[in-house]
């Protein structure tokens, strides 16, 4: 049996928060816009698709131009992290519980993030590149996080997944997509009613063999 473990990014492996919270603020100021957005409010987005993300950054804008905003401060993000900006921190024992976990089942990151580098950012700050057997950006595709996790369980024929998330949205998608959803409540979403729920990474291995033996 092929057994799959699908991870959220941004809450559940790290914490992107600050750097995310620099850039934008650092652009809207060189760009003479007379606001900025607060951490609070990066965080209570974090897993949103882009247009939400657009709309709730910038509220003082017309839909079009806060998404058209939105897009150049996501342009000079991968021009910052190609320049070797990390845009996160690794959560504590993250790295070492990959490692672990890959010896037995195969590990991807679905993250409603719009590129690639954003990703490959994390894989390369954490260390974990040869342990990640893929993983997608469901905006870049314009596809929903649920499409994405069917998309990459399809793709490596898993025949049961388990998906880490920190958020309602992860929650819900985990169980369209037919996946059994384990709660990471250290990261940024609200308290959650979930069957299975970790408070550190850490936990992950023993509970991912309780659930694939059930």
């Known amino acids: 049996m092929k057994n799959m ?6 809450g559940t492996l790290w914490d992107p928060a600050d750097e ?24 209570d987005n974090m897993g949103y698709e882009f247009d939400v993300c657009a709309e709730r950054y910038f509220p003082q804008l017309e839909e079009k131009e806060a998404h058209q905003l939105l897009e150049k ?3 000079r993000e991968v ?25 037995k089942y195969m590990l991807c ?6 590129n690639e580098y954003y990703i490959e950012n994390f894989i390369n700050a954490a260390k974990v ?33 388990i998906y880490v998330g920190d958020t ?6 985990a169980v369209d997509a037919g996946g059994v959803f384990v709660y990471a409540k ?9 069957r299975f729920s970790i408070h550190d990474i850490h936990e992950l291995s023993s509970l991912a063999s309780y659930i694939f033996e059930e």
């Open 168 to 173: 309602l949205k992860d929650q819900v998608s």
């Open 109 to 114: 990151i679905v993250s409603n993030c719009s």
């Open 5 to 10: 473990i699908i991870f959220d990014l941004d």
């Open 129 to 161: 590149s040869k342990y990640i057997t893929d993983y997608v950006a469901a905006n870049n595709f314009f596809i929903s996080k649920a499409e994405a996790i069917r998309k990459v369980k399809s793709k490596y024929k898993a025949d049961k997944i």
């Open 73 to 75: 401060i996501y342009d």
């Open 20 to 43: 995310t919270c620099r850039v934008v603020n650092d652009y809207l100021k060189e760009n003479g816009y007379p606001f900025e957005v607060s951490r609070d409010v990066i965080v």
């Open 186 to 194: 250290y990261g940024f979403g609200d308290d959650l009613y979930s």
């Open 79 to 103: 021009e910052l992290m190609k320049d070797g900006l990390v845009m996160g921190k690794v959560f504590d024992h993250v790295s070492e519980t990959i490692e672990k976990l890959s010896k």
